[in-house]
């Protein structure tokens, strides 16, 4: 019988980012508290999940680091669930996936747009490199290859390309 790999044991930082948001009802759980929802009976209402899903998928984002539990109320005692320095470093990521599944509709059939907050213009996020501010589109000019801490298998996967930190180290 082959032995299932986990993800946490793959060096790939996809597979790891994969372990902590892959599942969709963490997508949407996030895209809420971005959207100022904290407490339970909000995100049920607004996702209609199970509450033993919600229950879930809410215990997994606290232990993943994503979202704070914390009382807002001692009698009953009642948590909210607020996004933490991590959890709102993944802002970008959803933003990015909601506008690419944007640009794969007519302006007419998208029904949520990313607006400037002050001039309520539509905007169009895209990826780019910090340090030269071009795209990160479909371009080829931009590749993976193995970094300093790459086992000896990922420098092989990554062994034609060119520049690879890896290398110069």
């Not at 998928?57 to 669930?81: A, I, M, S």
């Not at 169009?124 to 790459?150: I, K, M």
Request: glycine letters at 6%.
């Amino acid at each position: 019988m082959a032995s299932r790999i986990r993800l946490e044991d793959r060096e790939c930082p996809l597979s790891t980012t994969v372990q902590h948001v892959g599942e969709w009802w963490t997508l949407l759980i996030l895209h809420d508290a971005f959207d100022g929802y904290t407490r339970f009976d909000q995100f049920q209402e607004s996702l209609g999940i199970s509450s033993s899903m919600l229950t879930t998928r809410l215990k997994t984002l606290v232990e993943d680091g994503l979202l704070e539990r914390r009382p807002y109320q001692t009698n009953p005692v009642r948590h909210e669930y607020v996004l933490t320095e991590l959890g709102h470093s993944l802002r970008p990521v959803i933003v990015t996936l909601a506008a690419w599944g944007n640009s794969r509709l007519p302006a007419a059939e998208r029904s949520m747009i990313l607006v400037d907050a002050h001039s309520g213009q539509e905007v169009e996020p895209v990826v780019v490199d910090a340090r030269t501010g071009r795209r990160l589109d479909d371009s080829d000019d931009y590749v993976f290859a193995a970094g300093p801490a790459a086992s000896d298998a990922m420098r092989s996967r990554y062994a034609t390309r060119t520049g690879s930190p890896a290398e110069e180290a």
